[in-house]
Nanobody
Framework: QVRLQESGPGLVKPSQTLSLTCTVSGDSITTYDYWWNWIRQPQGKGLEWVGL???????RYSPSLKSRISISRDTSKNHFTLRLSAVTPEDTAVYYC???????????WGQGNQVTVSS
């Protein structure tokens, strides 16, 4: 069974860089045709796709966040990491990692990590 677990701070100051890691168990993040996403949900709003890293290592980012985002991976630890720079209170949200077989096909979800941007 594939499990995803987010880890990272719950509070980040404005202008700092948010860093979240998703550790995957039960399968390898390099398994062919598996795609690993970051998705966020501000309180009271819908889900927003943030970006992804593929089994091959290629990345895709939301156009609205592209200038501030990077997603990387450590295959030896079977995890992938989101970095979002220059955060503002508008970046406050529950951040989920999610993934599965097929591009933008999400089968597995982490429990979510609440991130609040505040001084």
């Amino acid at each position: 069974q594939v499990r995803l677990q987010e880890s990272g701070p719950g509070l980040v100051k404005p202008s700092q860089t948010l860093s979240l890691t998703c550790t995957v168990s039960g399968d390898s993040i390099t398994t062919y045709d598996y795609w690993w996403n970051w998705i966020r949900q501000p309180q009271g709003k819908g889900l927003e796709w943030v970006g992804l890293i593929a089994y091959s290592g290629i990345t895709r980012y939301s156009p609205s966040l592209k200038s501030r985002i990077s997603i990387s991976r450590d295959t030896s630890k079977n995890h992938f990491t989101l970095r979002l720079s220059a955060v503002t209170p508008e970046d406050t949200a529950v951040y989920y990692c999610a993934g599965g077989p097929g591009y933008l096909e999400v089968r597995y979800w982490g429990q979510g990590n609440q991130v609040t941007v505040s001084s």
